[in-house]
Every structure is written in structure tokens, then in C-alpha cells.
Nanobody, 128 residues
């Protein structure tokens, strides 16, 4: 059964750091584009960062220079290192995966409807 399992959320003060982890089943990890989305109450789910199976990555502008994606192939795990956290980063963070390469859908690369698998989410709270 294909699945995604996140961990690593928590509460930090502004300026702090957290690392989120997403463990994927082998089929997903080897062939899918994987990434992170976030959603706060009353807001739509938004994309944060993506990586495809060739290693190409993309971050949205609001997190550039602060969030970094990495992978551990031996553990089928994707990480999101989040530094210089701000209160506006507070949200539930979801790991997600879809078929095809990073730019297959062009500007719709972060369209949640294109994603086939979702994790259960992990809460990140940043206090000022």
C-alpha cells in the first residue's frame, strides 16, 4: 500500500528552526514528484516546496532562502529543513506526491488536485 507519513512538527519561537520528515513507500519515492504543502485555518492549501525523482527542486518565493528540501535515499525519506521561521509559517504541513516530473504541469506544479497521495499532516506553530 502506497503511503506517506510525516513527522517533525512542533512549536518554536520566531527565528527558530524545525525539520519535517516524510517517509514514502518505495514506489512513490523512486518515481514520483514529492513535496510539501501547508494549510492554516480558513485558508486554502498552498504549496511550499517540491522535488522530483531527478533531484530538481522548487520552492515558493515566501520560503526561499529559509526552507531547504533534501532526501535520504537509503531511508526513502524527504526532509524539509525550515530556518528563520516566522509566525506566518504557522500551519499544518502535508507531504504529498504525484506522477510526472517537476514541471510537467507547468504553472500548475503546486495544484493540490494534481496530487495522488497525501500524508496525515503535522502541525507547525511559530510564536512571536
Amino acid at each position: 500500500q502506497e503511503q506517506l507519513v510525516e513527522s517533525g512538527g512542533g512549536s518554536v519561537q520566531a527565528g527558530g528552526s524545525l525539520r519535517l520528515s516524510c517517509v514514502a513507500s518505495g514506489q512513490i519515492y523512486r518515481t514520483y514528484t514529492m513535496g510539501w504543502f501547508r494549510q492554516s485555518p480558513g485558508k486554502e492549501r498552498e504549496g511550499v516546496a517540491l522535488i522530483d525523482n531527478s533531484g530538481k527542486t522548487n520552492n515558493v518565493q515566501s520560503v526561499q532562502g529559509r526552507f531547504t528540501l533534501s532526501q535520504d535515499n537509503a531511508k526513502n525519506t524527504m526532509y524539509l529543513e525550515m530556518n528563520s521561521l516566522k509566525p506566518e509559517d504557522t500551519a499544518k504541513y502535508f507531504c504529498a506526491a504525484r506522477r510526472y516530473g517537476l514541471w510537467f504541469y507547468g504553472r500548475a506544479l503546486y495544484d493540490p488536485k494534481k496530487y495522488d497521495y497525501w500524508g496525515q499532516g503535522t502541525q507547525v506553530t511559530v510564536s512571536s
